[in-house]
């Protein structure tokens, strides 16, 4: 079946105003949503990452991928994504390439299902459950701000059952933790601040509070083997891996024995092909799966059904704000803070036009 158009489509959706307070500069959120179109008439829809770089990420997408990919055989994905690798190594085997390539293959994904009538998870083997559990990821507040303890008591109230904080210091972890209690998973993400001998005096002071992980807390984020020191030194469980694209990035993690959880992010590893593979070597490796997937689009949904198949992961991270529309129709939203597998075709859900029309950049 041979595809006749790609197109990304790039987005920009202000956050809902009865969401939690978001003390930042993503008052709008630019979003990178990769639609392909084949001549039985279908269209699938994926996601590339694009927070800061959607014009980038899309250009990629509408001027390199295109070309290469209208033409070409919808259901040969395998061969195809092999082949998109190959073709644009040249510029650069991670980063902004393979964060278009990625939105390329989830679309893919998303037009088989529908060719098949069933949704992804049975495409892939199957689910094991039809409910996967959400933990909270809160936006990073000034240090010491009591919206930290706030709103994560808040997430708690409203069924979330695990909290995540983007803060450095030790003060907003104690909020945070004042507030949840003792019982509820807490865990920290550092967006690779730290030297590795700073990050094991920091990881120390934070335990005190009971870390479920540390997370990226070591620049710069490749350095896995002062990640393994940081790990080791503190005796605190690291994860890592949002900033690492294809397998092979990951593997060289695991080898260095830097985390004991990985984060693979379907937007931008290489799409669900390649988060597969990094599912296997988590297995390989006997470490846990915590996928990143602070995303409101196909890239959420592809994460959805990659953690009910595989099985691997107890919880799908949720950015703790919502968007003036939401992508999907009907709207994708959790229950007492899980979410159930949608079962339509493809992605399960289809993507909401009025969002697309709305909120589409036109220069």
Not at 294 to 305: D, I, K, N, S, V
Not at 347 to 357: D, F, K, S, W, Y
Request: charged share 20%.
């Amino acid at each position: 079946m041979k595809i006749t158009d790609v197109q990304a489509i790039e987005l920009s959706i202000p956050q809902d105003k009865e969401s939690p307070e978001v003390p930042f500069v993503w008052g709008r959120l630019s979003q990178v949503i990769v639609e392909i179109k084949c001549e039985d008439g279908l269209t699938g829809y994926g996601e590339a990452f694009g927070y800061g770089t959607s014009k980038a990420v899309a250009a990629v997408v509408n001027h390199t991928l295109k070309p290469l990919v209208v033409g070409q055989d919808a259901t040969a994905i395998t061969s195809l994504m092999r082949g998109l690798f190959r073709k644009t190594h040249i510029w650069g085997r991670y980063g902004i390439t393979t964060f278009a390539i990625s939105g390329v293959e989830i679309a893919l994904w998303d037009l088989a299902g529908k060719r098949a009538g069933k949704p992804l998870y049975e495409l892939l083997g199957g689910a094991a459950s039809r409910e996967v559990k959400a933990y909270a990821s809160l936006v990073r507040y000034p240090e010491g701000d009591p919206l930290i303890g706030e709103h994560a008591q808040r997430a708690l109230s409203q069924g979330f059952g695990m909290i995540k904080l983007h803060q450095s210091e030790v003060e907003s972890v104690a909020l945070a933790r004042e507030a949840i209690g003792d019982d509820t998973p807490l865990t920290v993400d550092i967006n690779c601040q730290w030297t590795p001998l700073e990050a094991t005096r920091r990881a120390i002071a934070m335990d005190e509070y009971d870390l479920t992980w540390l997370e990226e807390p070591v620049w710069p984020p490749e350095d896995y083997h002062g990640l393994a020191a940081v790990q080791e030194g503190s005796g605190v469980p690291l994860a890592a891996g949002e900033n690492a694209c294809t397998a092979h990035q990951f593997q060289g993690m695991l080898e260095a024995g830097a985390v004991s959880y990985v984060q693979p992010s379907v937007t931008k590893v290489g799409g669900i092909g390649e988060f597969l593979k990094v599912a296997v070597l988590a297995e390989a490796f006997n470490v846990d799966l915590a996928p990143h997937s602070p995303y409101f689009g196909p890239g959420f949904l592809a994460t959805l059904h990659l953690i009910a198949h595989t099985g691997q992961a107890q919880w799908i991270e949720k950015f703790y704000f919502d968007l003036e529309i939401n992508l999907f129709s009907p709207p994708l939203l959790p229950r007492e803070g899980s979410y159930t597998l949608p079962d339509g075709p493809g992605l399960g859900l289809e993507i909401n036009p009025e969002a697309l029309e709305k909120y589409r950049v036109r220069e």
